[in-house]
């Protein structure tokens, strides 16, 4: 089983539908983080969160919001999507410095 | 704002060449780590080396990391189809609260 999954992998939308995105980690680390990944760049933080009391703002983190419902889960909302939010999303772990990635959610926003 | 950028974008050899990336990056950092990234996967930690490092190797990869010029190398030696991916490096600056900056990745493809 995986150690870091997401949910849903693949989503189409319309513009301005509220949009949730899921990840849970079996791996017990305390630290978790949102990228968003566009064609040809490397990822960009959206939000991280260092334990379910303490999230933090990412570079990217306008028109996106996060919760931290436990250790194992952390959430990210768009609350009214965008086209330009179109993009691969990807859920992470850290533990020391080495992170641990989920296998990402294609989110397309017509 | 991206701290590390790979060189080049792309390449392309055949199997059994040695494959050769560099990183640069722009302020000074913690540790450099390299990722592959199979075709809209998730990323995969291959290699990390601290800034007190100058060479690492882990089986056929082998990373140099030279301070000085704020560079890194990544070498994957007698390359195979399944090395075909996206590599990235991602450095930990000393005031990075343990966030990675990424570069844009160079895209390797080995040829059979």
């Known amino acids: 089983d995986a150690d870091v999954t997401q949910t849903p992998r693949n989503r189409i939308t319309k513009t301005g539908k509220r949009i949730m995105l899921e990840c849970s980690q079996t791996k017990g680390h305390d630290r978790m983080y949102w990228y968003r990944q566009d064609p040809g760049l490397g990822l960009r933080l959206i939000y991280y969160?260092?334990?379910?009391?303490?999230?933090n703002k990412g570079e990217i983190s306008d028109g996106y919001s996060v919760s931290r419902q436990a250790q194992a889960k952390f959430s990210l909302s768009l609350e009214s999507a965008i086209p330009n939010q179109t993009a691969l999303y990807f859920c992470?772990?850290?533990?020391?410095?080495?992170?641990?990635f989920g296998p990402g959610t294609r989110l397309t926003v017509l | 704002s991206q701290q590390g950028e790979e060189d080049p974008q792309a390449l392309s050899i055949q199997e059994g060449e040695n494959a050769t990336m560099n990183c640069s990056y722009k302020?000074?950092?913690?540790?450099l780590q390299w990722y592959r990234q199979n075709s809209g996967r998730g990323l995969v930690h291959l290699i990390l080396i601290r800034s007190n490092e100058r060479e690492k190797h882990s089986g056929r990869l082998r990373v140099t990391l030279d301070t000085s010029k704020k560079s890194s190398s990544l070498l994957i030696t007698a390359s195979r189809a399944a090395d075909t991916a996206s590599y990235f490096c991602?450095?930990?600056?000393?005031?990075?609260?343990?966030?990675?900056?990424w570069g844009a990745g160079t895209k390797l493809i080995i040829k059979p």
């Open positions: 992470a772990t850290s533990y020391l410095n080495e992170q641990f």
């Open positions: 969160s260092f334990d379910v009391k303490d999230i």
């Open positions: 991602a450095t930990d600056g000393a005031d990075s609260n343990y966030q990675l900056i």
């Open positions: 302020t000074s950092i913690n540790n």
